[in-house]
């Protein structure tokens, strides 16, 4: 008999989210912290992840590691995962949250160092990250890795081409590792249209009214809207769920 409870608790368990300390990744590690995981918390800013970590750890009670990592080097991802497993001695859930999305004037302006560096940040890096995280996964029994994707890979604009390229990339990869590292760790995605995060401080807020006025909910989302699928993927609830991408939009035409 299916229990709620026993199924999504994550006690016991060990996540790491890139892009941890702000914006969705900051609102699922709280996720992941209170369903009872201990989290790592990794992006570039060494100092914003540990004001992350002691949040975590005095709203949660839970442990919470906080880690410096560039993403899109791969030689920086092996030694992410050992001082995980240096810590912890174990990996159950990873995030690949961390992205970019560089603005530029027209598509004929973006330049190959913008282009390799849009890549690298947002399929290079998952890709390394998931292929290592996974085979130590897979050689501990299990494990559940989920690839923060973007609407944006299969409805791109003119503005996020790159972008939306890697993202789309990215779908074709989760689906990919669910075979790879089958049938004891899961890979799945969560295709996340548009949140408020801090980054939309800075967006037109007329010309967004408008735009999220035909978004089937009327609005964008709250960081925590996307917590409750990750928590799904991330725990046993989704046990025969793998190689899927989930799309958390709020219904975007």
Known sequence: MFDPKQAFDLTGKVALVTGGSRGLGRAMVDGLARAGADVVIASRKLDSCEQAAAEVERDTGRTALPLAAHVGRWDELEPLLDAVYARFGRLDVLVNNAGMSP????????????FDKVLAVNLKGPFRLAALAGARMAAAGGGSIINISSAAAVRPRASV???????????ATTVGLAHAFGPSVRVNAIMAGTFLTDVSAAWDSEAFARRAGTFALGRGGRPDEIVGTALYLASSASSFTTGTVVTVDGGQP
């Open 161 to 171: 081409v790159p972008y939306a390229a890697a993202k789309a990339g990215l779908n």
């Open 103 to 114: 603005l530029y004037d027209t598509v004929d302006s973006v330049s190959e160092e913008l």
